[in-house]
C-alpha cells in the first residue's frame, strides 16, 4: 500500500520527518502545477532527488561548465560519448578526465540539497510515498539526514529575508571597497571587537590590523565568496562558482556588505537614479515608522482613557475576556490540523502493521507520534476510533462535555 495525500492537508516536512523516523526505504514522489519531483530514501536518509522540469542551466554538465570545473569542449565529447556506450555522464567526466571525482561529488550533493530546499517551499500539489528498494549513486552521494535537512531549511527560512534586503536581484555585481574594515566572527564578539578597534594603544596601525583580522576572521564561506568577487560577476555568476549553494552565496554577500567589505557597483548612467531611488524609499520608510509611532501612541492613549473609567480589574477581564473570544477558532483549526497528523500516523501504522491502531498510544509506543501529540488544545485526549479502513477522532471542545456544538469532528478513509 502507497501513501498519498494531498500537501495542504498534511506538509511536506510533515512527511519527511516521519520518513526519517520510520527509517523508511522508498520513493516519495511530489507533483504540483508547476512540476513533478521525487526524493529517494534509504532507511530514512535521502539519497537522491530529482525535478523533471529543472531548467537546463541545472543539469548536471551545464552546472559544472558554469562553475568552471568543466570545459564546453569536453561536455560535447561526453554528451556524444553517452549516446555511443549509455553510461552516465558523471562517469564518463571522471573516466575522462574531465572533472575531479571530489569535485563532481561535491556538485552532486549539493544539488540535492539544493532540490529538497526547493521542494519544502511547495504549499500545494500531491504527494505519494511508496516503499520499494532502491538504487543511487553510492559513490558520489553521501546520504542526507531528514532531521539536519529540515533543520537547515528552517534557518534558511528564518534569514532570507533580512538577506534578501540587500541581496534583492541575482543580476546585482559587487566589488570590493577601498576602506578594509574588520568583522567579529560572533555576534558574542562584537562588543569586544568594538571596543579594540577604538582603544588607544601603542601599536603600528599595520599590525594592529593584522591581529584583528586574526582575531576576528571571516567564516570560510564569506572568504571564499569574498575572494571571488571582483566588480564585474554578478550574483548568479558568484553562485555558480562559489559552490556552496544559493543562499549561502547571498548570505555571505549580505555579511560582506555590512561589513563593508564590499559594495553594490554601479555604473555611471545608473548612479543618480539609483541615489534618487533609494532616497524616495528611504522618505517612504521614515514616513511609515512616523504613522506606525502615531497609531501605538493613539492607541496607548485610549487604553489610558478606557482604564480611567473603569476598575483595572475589569479592564483585564474585558481584555482577556475579548482574546478568548478571538482565540476559539485558532484551536478549533489547529485541533483540525494535528487530526490530519493523527490520520496520516495511522496510515504509516497501518503501511506497516496491515491493520490500524486499537489506540492512539499504540502510534506512541511505535514512535511515531510523541504522547504530547495525543492533546487537543484543550488539554484532553483526543477520543479514537476505527471501523474496517475508517477513523473517527474527535475533541469535546473548550466545555469538554460531548455532543455539544463546539465538538470539532474528523473522520478519515484509508
Known amino acids: ?22 527509517k523508511k526505504t522508498g520513493i516519495l514522489t511530489l507533483t504540483s502545477d508547476q512540476d513533478t519531483a521525487t526524493l529517494t530514501f534509504e532507511a530514512g536518509m535521502v539519497v537522491a532527488a530529482e525535478s523533471y522540469h529543472k531548467k537546463e542551466r541545472d543539469l548536471i554538465g551545464q552546472v559544472l561548465v558554469a562553475a568552471e570545473l568543466l570545459k564546453e569542449k569536453d561536455l560535447e565529447k561526453a554528451l556524444a560519448l553517452q549516446k555511443e556506450t549509455g553510461q552516465k555522464l558523471g562517469h564518463i567526466f571522471v573516466e575522462e578526465k574531465f572533472v575531479r571525482a571530489e569535485d563532481l561529488a561535491a556538485v552532486i550533493q549539493l544539488q540535492v540539497r539544493e532540490t529538497v530546499y526547493r521542494i519544502l517551499d511547495w504549499r500545494e500539489g500531491t504527494y505519494r510515498f511508496e516503499q520499494t528498494s532502491v538504487s543511487y549513486d553510492k559513490v558520489n552521494m553521501v546520504p542526507l539526514s531528514c532531521e539536519k535537512i529540515l533543520m537547515e531549511a528552517m534557518r534558511i527560512v528564518d534569514e532570507w529575508p533580512m538577506v534578501r534586503k540587500v541581496i534583492h536581484d541575482f543580476s546585482l555585481i559587487f566589488e570590493k571597497t577601498d576602506e578594509k574594515r574588520v568583522i567579529a566572527a560572533s555576534t558574542q564578539d562584537l562588543d569586544s571587537a568594538i571596543d579594540r578597534m577604538f582603544e588607544e594603544t601603542d601599536e603600528i596601525p599595520e599590525e594592529r590590523e ?139 501504522y497501518f503501511l506497516e502493521e496491515q491493520v490500524l491502531p486499537t489506540d492512539l498510544e499504540e502510534l506512541v509506543r511505535k514512535r511515531i507520534l510523541h504522547a504530547a501529540e495525543l492533546i487537543d488544545p484543550w488539554g484532553r485526549k483526543y477520543r479514537y476510533r476505527s471501523w474496517k479502513r475508517k477513523t473517527f477522532l474527535t475533541s469535546f471542545g473548550e466545555d469538554g462535555v460531548e455532543g455539544t456544538k463546539d465538538d470539532v469532528v474528523q473522520e478519515h478513509v484509508l
Do not use: W
Open 210 to 348: 593584522q591581529a584583528l583580522e586574526k582575531e576576528f576572521p571571516l567564516s570560510p564561506e564569506e572568504e571564499r565568496i569574498y575572494q571571488l568577487v571582483e566588480g564585474t560577476r554578478d550574483v548568479q555568476k558568484l553562485i555558480d562558482l562559489g559552490r556552496i549553494g544559493s543562499f549561502e552565496t547571498c548570505k555571505a554577500l549580505y555579511s560582506l556588505v555590512s561589513a563593508g567589505l564590499i559594495r553594490e557597483r554601479i555604473s555611471e548612467g545608473q548612479a543618480p537614479e539609483g541615489q534618487r531611488g533609494k532616497g524616495e524609499k528611504a522618505r517612504r520608510k521614515k514616513v511609515l515608522r512616523n504613522l506606525a509611532a502615531y497609531a501605538i501612541m493613539l492607541l496607548f492613549l485610549l487604553l489610558l482613557v478606557i482604564a480611567s473609567r473603569k476598575p483595572v480589574r475589569g479592564l483585564l477581564f474585558s481584555l482577556a475576556g475579548g482574546a478568548a473570544t478571538h482565540l476559539k477558532p485558532i484551536k478549533t483549526v489547529y485541533a483540525v490540523r494535528e487530526m490530519q497528523r493523527i490520520f496520516f500516523a495511522c496510515d504509516v
Open 1 to 22: 500500500m502507497a501513501l498519498e495525500g494531498n500537501i495542504k492537508d498534511f506538509g511536506i516536512t510533515d512527511i519527511l520527518q516521519l520518513i526519517g523516523m520510520q
